[in-house]
């Protein structure tokens, strides 16, 4: 079930509930076990709707690191770079 052009992720999902309920009604209808047509029907719903958060994950991604660690000393202008919370006489203090 392809998502529609101009549809946002919530209706599409919950026409991919519907559609998946209908089919599991179908089933027991037709007089499959309840128990096991429910737990397919959790199933393909999850896999439905995890399938374009995981295609997000798999795309490649286009990352050039000497650009952006000149980005990232031109944002520190001159600052150091140490977080906040980490003390920088930690080798002195912990390190006896």
């Known amino acids: 079930m392809k998502l529609r052009e101009g549809?946002?992720?919530e209706s599409w999902s919950r026409r991919v509930d519907?559609?998946?309920r209908g089919i599991a009604l179908q089933r027991i209808a037709e007089g499959e076990d309840e128990v096991k047509?429910?737990?397919d029907m959790s199933r393909r719903i999850t896999q439905?709707?995890?399938h374009p958060v995981f295609k997000l994950l798999q795309?490649?991604?286009e990352f050039d690191i000497k650009e952006h660690r000149e980005r990232?000393?031109?944002?520190?202008?001159g600052k150091t770079?140490?977080?906040d919370h980490v003390d920088n006489d930690?080798?002195?203090k912990y390190n006896k």
């Open 37 to 39: 047509v429910m737990e």
């Open 81 to 83: 770079s140490t977080a």
């Open 72 to 77: 990232y000393q031109q944002a520190l202008n």
């Open 7 to 9: 549809e946002n992720f």
């Open 90 to 92: 930690f080798e002195s």
């Open 59 to 61: 795309a490649p991604v």
């Open 18 to 20: 519907m559609y998946e």
């Open 48 to 50: 439905k709707l995890l």
